[in-house]
């Protein structure tokens, strides 16, 4: 049968999404007793980037080489698919040859397409439409702090992008109210607000969004292959600013949460990334945890044995 993948969260059941988060809060636990663990002992990771990333890099090699296994990083320079070669021929060479596939890429349609003809697990680490991981991270952030996120109001600033899109379908599976704030002309795609409309409504109005919130987000006005837009975006976003003033609007318990990399002074102020609310390096440090608890899931269902 074919392996499970995971290129988007509804892929997993909500009951799978929430053992999932909590055996990262034990994995995180055990990492910080120096607890050694390996469950990825002669597994190997293979990391397709056409989209550079830090965190994303990072955090996926950290919990392999932690886990006993291997990485393998690999650029568009360092694939076929750089030169032309269909995706469905890479998806079948290379889940031949390794236990898992991890691709940050630009067309969603492109990471089905791979997942559809490979072996073994596909993970989605960011397509324009969706970026799960980051996800996870950020539910096991705020439920690290505030417990359980069901019935919680979270407010999404900004683009209607892929976080934003991944905040959708966790609002639906997790069932929490999403207010979303933004521009009219970059609102999130038309089929997931349908889907989701019985926990997201969307706004024009940033301090109707975030008030009585208890999780305030936001990401970068331009997100990477934008920036020739960043100066019409920049006009168009200016008052989709999370500063101090925005967050008192919020509970007074709220927290602030960004999937970096952040730019001070555009989409949030210093004050409050930088202020006793934001858990963003918490949320930064998540990506190695729940990655790892992803890992193992998918990695404990062997090579398309399901």
């Given at each position: ?45 293979a990391m397709i980037f056409e ?42 060479v290379l889940s031949s040859m ?209």
């Open positions: 049968m074919a392996p499970r993948h995971f290129l988007t969260t509804l892929d997993f059941s909500i009951v799978e999404l929430k053992q999932l988060i909590a055996r990262a809060i034990e994995l995180k636990a055990m990492h910080y007793a120096g607890t050694r663990y390996e469950p990825f002992k002669n597994k190997v990771l989209k550079s990333s830090t965190r994303t890099r990072v955090s996926f090699e950290t919990a392999m080489y932690q886990g006993g296994g291997n990485a393998i990083f690999l650029s568009p320079r360092d694939t076929q698919l750089g030169r032309g070669e269909p995706i469905e021929d890479t998806a079948r390794v236990d898992c596939v991890m691709i940050r890429t630009y067309a969603h349609h492109n990471i089905e397409l791979f997942a559809k003809y490979s072996k073994v697990p596909v993970i989605n680490a960011l397509t324009d439409l969706h970026h799960p991981c980051q996800l996870l991270a950020d539910i096991q952030t705020y439920i690290e702090h505030r417990q359980d996120i069901q019935g919680k109001r979270v407010a999404w600033i900004g683009d209607g992008n892929n976080m934003c899109h991944s905040y959708m379908l966790a609002a639906y599976q997790f069932e929490f109210e999403l207010v979303i704030a933004c521009p009219p002309e970059y609102q999130p795609h038309a089929d997931l607000i349908a889907k989701t409309q019985r926990y997201v409504t969307i706004t024009t109005d940033p301090r109707q969004a975030v008030k009585g919130a208890d999780l305030v987000t936001t990401d970068v006005w331009s997100s990477m292959g934008q920036e020739e837009q960043h100066n019409v975006r920049a006009q168009v976003f200016k008052t989709y600013h999370v500063d101090q003033q925005l967050m008192s609007l919020a509970k007074p318990d709220a927290v602030f949460l960004h999937c970096l990399p952040a730019h001070r002074g555009e989409e949030v102020s210093a004050e409050v990334i930088d202020g006793p609310q934001s858990v963003v390096w918490e949320q930064a440090e998540n990506r190695l945890h729940s990655q790892k608890a992803l890992l193992e899931f998918l990695l404990q269902m062997g090579k398309g044995d399901l």
